[in-house]
């Protein structure tokens, strides 16, 4: 699988993003994709996932309710909307796809695939 993200910019505090991710491949629907940033010096950090079954979600703390995880596995695509946007939501985010694991969703270890990153740049 090879995922391409996009939609990232600079942004003021309150406004919103759209991010993409595009995948290829033609078994996409088994995959559980999920969304990570990083800032530099820091790890990647959870944000959100949604599993391969019955599109269940779920976000880290800090970006629930204003945060939504959606797929559209016909045309292969995992999004991330992202509204009343923080400073602190800066960093590089990335798109990762994973196939089964023992692992948490949370845990970046758990994810095969991962796209090359967008940067969210949110200014106050």
């Known amino acids: 699988v090879q995922l391409q993200a996009s939609g990232g910019g600079l942004v003021q505090a309150g406004g919103s993003l759209r991010l993409s991710c595009a995948a290829s491949g033609r078994t996409f629907s088994a995959y559980g994709m999920g969304w990570f940033r990083q800032i530099p010096g820091k790890e990647r950090e959870f944000v959100a996932v949604?599993?391969?079954?019955?599109?269940?979600?779920y976000y880290a703390d800090s970006v629930k309710g204003r945060f939504t995880i959606s797929r559209d596995n016909a045309k292969n695509a995992v999004y991330l909307q992202m509204n009343s946007l923080k400073p602190e939501d800066t960093a590089v985010y990335y798109c990762a796809a994973e196939s089964g694991s023992y692992l948490p969703y949370n845990d970046p270890r758990r994810y095969n695939y991962w796209g090359q990153g967008t940067q969210v740049t949110v200014s106050s």
């Open positions: 949604s599993t391969w079954s019955a599109g269940v979600t």
